[in-house]
């Protein structure tokens, strides 16, 4: 069985294959910004370690990590992440950056919220209006993101499922191309948003809430409780990117001139 | 012959039933060394499992059936096969009775010769190097014929070698037949052609519903037939098959 | 449409680096798979063409139930074994090439190995005969009739090949689509339709096709060839 997964493993293996690399748990949305492209070069080129990024939903991410499988989580759900720090899974949580969620809607508007800022008025326009609405429902940040959001204006959301409410059980990007199908309001997360290319009717209904912050986390995986670990590659990784040099970096990623990610690293 | 012979061959009280049918009914002969034997028989009569039984393709279902030098696994057979249809691999000519040679265990640097030699008597060598399966029908069973006689048994049996073939092929392979008999094989044939029976053999075993119901040298069988069944069969056989 | 061609052929006409890389590592992926599966699956056709032993139908049926193996389940399992809490985590494949060929492998088994049981038995049944007079033990028989049926197998292997190039539910849970690392074509192609750009996803989808059809088309010809020399 060995000797099989060698002979496996030799005749899959590149040419040069990287030595230095570590595994980073994400998720969708993060990968799809494209932000990753933009720092782990300049990480590698500075330390010469691949850093292999593993796209999930968060809660899939925190998994992974939780059996061993990755070295890093970089994530953005915050009473989870906190769950996972309990569990003894993580060494030390540190803030990294944050971005925003936006509420997308159809040029239509049926409930009128156009250059709105208020995102608990809005919702509840939606709601009065019956308009049609796109949930990701598959326990994302985004997806618990806005459960709070609709607790927060007052509103049991479970009762209206399958009415207006829409809950698809997908990732960020199919959501919004159900979404546009379907010319239906939807909350996303900027990069995506940005990114995103399939935009039929669709345009930003509501922005700028202080409310609409997704804020950013990252963990060393415990190599106490998990001794594969790749402790000090996977340090040097969290010290960079909340360090002033990986913060500036998270900073100059810009779609049309636009800057996605908030560095707050303290 | 040389030691370890494995004629005679002795069937005692030897039956073969199958779907619930009796194909082989109580048979008891001797074959033994010298006149070409001839099974003599009507379609459906049981010959091609009697010589699927004496080669040992089929097992009895009671009797025996014995050889004078039992064969010894992993040594060359010392009998061999022709099908009434040749089944030749996707292979030349000469790769064909190569593999035969390699079956039997013969050392590669031997086969080379052995196999030409064989592909000369039955007059294919110059098809040595075409590919087997795209031979004419005739061609193939002579090739059939060198497959089984590369490696000199003691005994040939042919199963209705000429059934499926055109008279000239045929008569190509009769005198191919003829030739190793005089060779000194010991040859075996089953037909139901009365003239092939008349021009190849020396004496005939006639077969009837599974029973073996006469035995005679040729030319007895032919002119005094002792059995109802035998002149039966010889009369309604029509005179040029 | 018009746009996904165009882009297509942008891509193609540009050669453009990441996605040969794309292209390379999809090709390595399932090509070793294939050879891995025909290595163990046609042996194990062919053994099971020429034995009798109890329980024979049983195997049968399960191995060509095995055929429709949904590749998200291989997926699932394999991620299972090679994950650091299960059993195989201390070879530490999992995230990279060799993980995806480990489930590619285990994926197209059972077609090769049903697919040739099928072609060695028809062919068992017209050679047995001929054989069992030279002398050819069982084994030895079903080692001649897999060289002998080898233009129907290719045929086999095709399938194999043509199941593996096209799923992506076992490479995108044992692979993690890694940029530069594990992406391969269908991973690629769900990706960038999960974030809208339909015309590159479909651009891709029609390269995938094509090496598909390409392949398919050399191995038709080859058999062709064969067929008209050998009969």
Known sequence: MRRLLLVVGIAASPVGAQDKFIVLASTTSTEQSGLFGHILPVFQKKTGIQVRVVALGTGQALDLARRGDADVVFVHARSAEEKFLAEGHGVRRFDVMYNDFVLIGPKSDPAELSGGRDILEGLRKIRAAGAAFVSRGDKSGTHIAELDLWKLAGIDIAKEKGSWYRDTGQGMGPALNTAAAMNAYILSDRGTWLSFKNRGELFIAVEGDRRLFNQYGIMLVNPLKHTNVKKDLGLTFVDWVISPEGQKAIAGYRIDGEQLFFPNAK | ?241 | MSGALSTALALLIGLDSRLVEIVLLSLRVSLSAVAIAALLGLPLGAAIAVSRFPGRQAVIVVLNALMGLPPVVVGLLVYLLLSRAGPLGAFGILFTPAAMVFAQSILILPIVAALSRQAIEDAWREYEEQLRSLGAGRMSAALTLLWDTRFSLLTTILAGFGRAAAEVGAVMIVGGNIDGVTRVMTTTIALETSKGDLPLALGLGMILIAIVIAVNAAAHLTKELAQRRYG
Do not use: C
């Open chain 2, 1 to 241: 012959m040389s030691n370890g012979a494995i004629l005679p061959l002795r069937l005692a009280d030897v039956s073969f039933a199958a779907g619930g049918r009796t194909i082989i009914d109580r048979v008891s002969l001797e074959i033994g060394t010298g006149p070409s034997t001839i099974i003599l028989g009507a379609n459906g009569a049981g010959k091609s499992v009697l010589m699927r039984l004496m080669h040992g393709l089929l097992s009895p279902s009671s009797g025996r059936i014995d050889w004078n030098a039992p064969e010894r696994p992993g040594a060359p057979r010392k009998q061999a096969m022709v099908f009434q249809r040749p089944v030749m691999l996707r292979r030349s000519a000469y790769a064909n009775v190569a593999y035969a040679l390699k079956i039997a265990g013969i050392p590669e640097p031997q086969r080379g010769a052995l196999a030409r030699e064989a592909l000369e008597s039955v007059g294919l060598s110059h098809l040595a190097r075409r590919s087997a399966r795209v031979l004419s029908g005739g061609e193939q069973q002579r090739l059939a014929l060198a497959r089984a006689w590369a490696l000199h048994p003691e005994v040939l049996f042919l199963d209705e070698p000429t059934a499926s073939l055109d008279p000239s092929a045929a008569r190509e392979i009769e005198s191919v037949i003829k030739a190793f008999d005089a060779a000194g094989t010991k040859v075996v044939m089953a037909t139901h052609n009365l003239g092939q029976a008349r021009r190849l053999g020396d004496e005939i075993l006639f077969i009837n519903q599974g029973r073996l119901v006469e035995r005679a040298p040729v030319e007895q069988f032919f002119s005094k037939p002792q059995s109802a069944q035998a002149a039966a069969f010889i009369k309604g056989e029509l005179p040029w098959t």
